[in-house]
């Protein structure tokens, strides 16, 4: 009887001390899955500009050669990046002050659906403004925005190909 007795005790405490054992394999696996995602890459608040920077060149040309499919495509990559923006870098002050882009994008979306060379100049230039002003609000008016010269992409053809 001694024996069966301290069998179900023995048992007993067993199986009480599972769901403490559970937790902590459970808390160490969530520790460490914190420890992978703190330290995966995410790309800096520089990246994500410079990468607009490139789109707002691109933007341009393809709208000066009304390949409006592009411009469509580039349009909607800084909008991305605005988002990716303001979801990645929430603890800068810019990305608080990101918002202030959106009018002026709808605005270039709104003439490259319409297909207008004169509306997508005009809000072209809004938008190219807007980030001129969104710079100063950020403190960052050193860094100045103007509608591109010369494509820094000499791999890119803008034009339409009519051949396809």
């Known amino acids: 009887m001694k024996s069966l007795f301290t069998t179900i005790i023995t048992f007993s405490l067993f199986a009480c001390n599972q769901p403490a054992d559970n937790t902590r394999i459970l808390q160490n696996r969530i520790d460490t899955l914190e420890k992978k995602l703190a330290d995966t890459y995410k790309p800096g608040f520089g990246e994500f500009m410079s990468?607009?920077?490139a789109h707002h060149s691109k933007l341009w040309f393809a709208?000066?050669?009304?390949?409006?499919?592009?411009?469509?495509?580039?349009v909607?990559?800084?909008?991305?990046?605005?988002?990716?923006?303001q979801k990645y870098e929430t603890e800068r002050n810019e990305s608080k002050k990101m918002g202030m882009l959106n009018p002026a994008i709808d605005s270039v979306n709104n003439a490259i659906q319409k297909q207008s060379p004169a509306l997508f100049k005009s809000s072209f230039i809004l938008l190219t403004n807007t980030c001129n002003n969104c710079h100063h609000a950020a403190n960052f008016e050193f860094?100045?925005?103007?509608?591109?010269?010369?494509?820094?992409?000499?791999?890119?053809?803008?034009?339409?190909?009519?051949?396809?």
Do not use: Y
Request: proline content about 4%; glycine content about 4%; hydrophobic content about 35%.
């Open 143 to 164: 860094n100045v925005v103007q509608i591109p010269e010369t494509s820094p992409f000499t791999n890119q053809n803008f034009k339409i190909n009519k051949d396809k």
């Open 76 to 85: 909607h990559e800084i909008m991305e990046a605005v988002v990716d923006i």
């Open 51 to 53: 990468g607009i920077q």
């Open 63 to 74: 709208g000066q050669n009304k390949n409006w499919k592009l411009a469509d495509f580039e």
